[in-house]
């Protein structure tokens, strides 16, 4: 099974995906056209870094130069096997193409799970907290050598 987590306008969703799921049978995703056209810009951008053209992208994703060239444009509503599709393409993690908040999608091995940054985020907590202490602890001993 897989998890993904994604936002959109600003909403956090998880999805859980069965391995042999058949992404192609899953619904086109209704976006804004705010949404598509950022869909569409990331993709854009990707191809550029790569030095590609759209039919070149087209036709090593098995589609048609003008059906990609409208995802490009964020003219088309898109399905999750053909953002997953491009993505693995790419080489980047798919949650971030829909994610508006996430300007350059993260290459698709750096990604973790939300709870490895829970994680992360409950280390420097407690590295804060350490660091807090020590400096009263400083500041104590600094006002105890001014008093003498």
Known sequence: MF??????NNKVYCIRIIEHL???????????SESSKSIGQK?????LALGLSQ???ADRNEMSAVAYSKMEA?????NWARL???AKFYGINAPD?????????????TCKHPADYEKIIRDKESL?????????????LIVYSTDK
């Open 74 to 78: 964020g003219q088309t509503n898109f």
């Open 3 to 8: 998890i993904y987590y994604f936002a959109v």
């Open 84 to 86: 997953e599709q491009l």
């Open 43 to 47: 993709l854009k951008n990707q191809r």
């Open 22 to 32: 058949n992404f192609s049978t899953m619904p086109k995703i209704k976006l804004s």
């Open 55 to 57: 039919q070149q992208v």
């Open 128 to 140: 804060i907290r350490v660091l807090k202490e020590r400096i009263e602890h400083l500041e104590r």
């Open 97 to 109: 193409l829909v994610d508006r908040s996430v300007r350059i999608p993260r290459p698709a091995d």
